[in-house]
């Protein structure tokens, strides 16, 4: 497949006869929505004709909340090796919390695809936060660690899960060594039956970097714990940050090289956002607060606004500049273009897939690109 950039005076038809293809693959592949107008400089992914087959091998997971659409989650099944549900809660004695919506449905789709249906666990409190007093007081109380794990095991074979991810975050730095234990205790537990576990890991640049996001996180004791790991190589654009991109990739490259150095590659899954952020400008430290945008939408708030879209050359990423009741916004999101960069990586770096936050609202422009650069693994 090729990627195009629109220019201006383009339309569908002029690149399909351009190309020698035909109009209703560009719209397809694409999403296009009738009339079909393009935004200059709008990334365009093109079949343009016969390829070599991949041979890289990807282990391709996407994490998804129970209530997102039965159509998206059937479109995108098809390209996934894993299915992360999102997510299962726990008390400090270590019952477990499950969903407030029924997931079932999502894990009998994924096993009809030959998808592995994953459990995924967090610390999330009431207020849908993460609580690190959760995660203190389980992994430092035995009798609380091992009601979880037999909860766990309880639950994932009573509802035909394949496996469990864990997905702790804001760790306080003195769990750091009991939270790689309790990783390893979930892996050698479950291992007995089978399944594979997982780590969410927050995207580090050293041993020794400062914040509460990263000081419970060893790389090296984690990567040893668990079967895999995802790297969450995301939000440095966020929502109460200031604009910028939401992985670019001269930072995702540095989590990377970093990364090879503690875990094997073998076992590092590299995480992909399927969102985008707009904001308003001016940027106001602790006052500001970011919309979430899909990369659709994002490109049609450009085509409404009338605007060109931009691509930064150092992140790797798309963004633009519009106008809206008298207020300056400012967006930035994923393309086509942003998705090679990063998946140049996988090769370049002997890793074993990737993990793409989040797969509510599809996206076939990735799935197509992913599939015409990987072999996608299946369970």
Known sequence: MEIYVVQSGDTVDSIAQSYG???SSIIYNNQLAYPYPLAVGQALLLSSGETAKPSYPAWVNGYAYPFIQRSVLDETLPYLSSLSV???GFTTEGDLVPPTVDDTFMIDAALAQGVRPVLTLTPLGPDGNFNNFLITAVVNDEAAKDNLLA?????VQEKNFQGVDID?????PEDRIPFADFVADVRNYLALYGYHVSV?????TSDTQPGLLYEGKDYGLLGEAADSVLLMTYEWGYTYGPPMAVAPID???RVVEYAVTRIDPAKIDLGIPNYGYDWTLPFVQGSSRATTVSNLGAVQIALEAGVPIEFDEVAQSPYFRYEKDGQLHEVWFEDVRSYRAKFALLPEYSLRGMGYWQIMRFFRPNWLLL???FVIQRP
């Open 21 to 23: 293809i035909s109009a």
């Open 86 to 88: 999102f997510s299962y």
């Open 151 to 155: 909860n766990l095991l309880t639950v």
């Open 168 to 172: 702790f975050e804001y760790i306080r």
């Open 200 to 204: 969410a890991l927050a995207p580090k």
């Open 251 to 253: 930072q995702v490259r």
């Open 371 to 373: 599939e015409d650069t």
